[in-house]
Every structure is written in structure tokens, then in C-alpha cells.
């Protein structure tokens, strides 16, 4: 499965300018409208010189905006499936919304399977079997992921706290040491706080991994390593969906990569607290 042109604006918005971030949010926004406007049309609906779609159709991969309308136009019947966008479908119908979301969904878990990195990957593994502590910090639905993977990672023995606030960060950071570690979950990766944890970490000596899935944004830039969700879901998106199932994948991913090069330390850990859980019950 090849990105289409909304994964590939996606996963490159951090390295855009204001005005292209401005004509890319109007592409994704405005995804059929746009597929027939003119480069001239786009610039004026946007309120930028003509020169402004061309230069992100370059920084995109592409030849000029006509080959990023192409592309536009060959992405439409997989945007249609799993976009989601009920804009011009039926706002009614519950079905149809209900397989759209699904849909993109497992959309996302696919792309981050095809495009995962195993490097990053064992390098997060390794970062948690090195440290002591962990902290993983995400703001809203990130913090979701952050919980779930903090929960697990607390079964097999590892010191885990998740916080979702530069106060409740700081009075666990407070109690970190040199070779700890903190994971920052972020989809846009502009998350202003978990871009001040990781600039923290990196002054004290904490090791640090990025999930989201703007590597080239400021969460990516200051982290030791980063993984790479998947996802057609842009920035501009009020109600996180597929950007969360993606972090809960990759999260889940980490953890097995974790366990499985840790198994007989895990497998002893999960079946103390078994055997605990059973005499408080």
C-alpha cells in the first residue's frame, strides 16, 4: 500500500511553510473542491501568490502542481472509503459513518505496519529495559495511549508514571536520575510542554523517544529517537481518531518489542503480579 496524497501532506506539515501549511489545510479541508481548481483558483482561495502552491507541490515530491493534482485525483476513491469526512456524504447515516471510521482505521494500523521502523523500534526497547523509570507524557486523547502503555509496562516490573500536564511532568521528573527515560506522544508533534519535557530530558541526561507522526516537528527534533505513526489524519482534524489508534498500535508494538527480547524477566514479573492480584481480590 503506497502513501496517497493525503499521507504525503500529512507526513510532511511540519516542514512546510505558513502559507503552504495554509494551501495544504485547504486541500485537505476542501479535498474534491480542490481536485479541479486551477493553480491560479488555489492561490486566490487561499489568499497566496500562485507561487505558494507550486513550491509545496516541490517540497512534496513532485514535479509541479500538476502532478500533485494528478495525484489528488488518483487518491480520491481511497479518500472516499476512509477519510473521514461526512461533508458531502450523508451526516444521517450511521453505517456509513461507522465503515468509514473503521475503515480508516485499520487504514492507519496497515500503513504503520508497512512503514515501521525495527531500528527505532529496538532502540525503544532497549531504552526501556536501560532505565529505571519511565515517564510518557501526552496531552488529550495521546494521553489515552500514554495510560494504556504505562499499565502494561507496569505488569512486567517496569516503573512507569503517565502524566498529561507540565505540573504533574515536573513532580515525577523531580524524582528521575540520569539514564531514565521519557517517551513524548504527540501527533502533530507542536505539543508546546511535551517539546519542553523533552528539551529537559536531554539537559539531564534522560533518554527520550518521540511517537508521531511528524518526525521533522519540534517533539521529533528533540528526541533521541522517533517512531512514526501512520495516519490520513491531518492537524486540523477537533476529534482525534485514526492519529490515536495509530499511537495505541505503535505503543502496543514498542511494548511487545520490549517483552519479547525481555521474556523470561517479563513472563516472572506478569506472573508475580498475578499471583498478588489474586490475594488482594
Known sequence: MSPDSVQIITSNYAKLSKNEKTVADHLLSHFDASIGLSVYELSDACGVSPAVPVRLAKKLGFAGYKELRLQLAQ????????????????????????????????????????????????????????????????????YVACTDTAIKLRKVGKTTFAADSADSAAAILSGFEKGDAVIAVSHSGETSAAVNILKLA????????????????????????????????????????????????????????????????????????????????
Open 75 to 142: 487518491s480520491r476513491p481511497i479518500r472516499n472509503d476512509l477519510f473521514l469526512d461526512l461533508e458531502n456524504g450523508e451526516p444521517g447515516n450511521v453505517k456509513n459513518a461507522v465503515e468509514k471510521v473503521l475503515r480508516a482505521e485499520m487504514d492507519s494500523i496497515l500503513a504503520t505496519i508497512e512503514q515501521l521502523d525495527y531500528s527505532a523500534l529496538e532502540a525503544g526497547a532497549n531504552m526501556i529495559a536501560n532505565a529505571k523509570r519511565l515517564l510518557l507524557f501526552g496531552c488529550s486523547t495521546s
Open 202 to 281: 536531554k539537559r539531564l541526561g534522560f533518554a527520550s523517544l518521540a511517537v508521531t507522526t511528524f518526525p521533522d516537528s519540534a517533539v521529533g527534533r528533540n528526541a533521541d529517537a522517533v517512531l512514526c505513526t501512520q495516519t490520513r489524519e491531518s492537524p486540523l482534524h477537533k476529534i482525534a481518531l485514526t492519529s490515536r489508534v495509530s499511537q495505541l498500535a505503535m505503543l502496543d508494538a514498542l511494548f511487545m518489542a520490549y517483552y519479547s527480547t525481555n521474556y523470561e524477566l517479563c513472563r516472572e514479573k506478569v506472573d508475580a503480579s498475578s499471583q498478588f492480584l489474586s490475594e488482594i481480590r
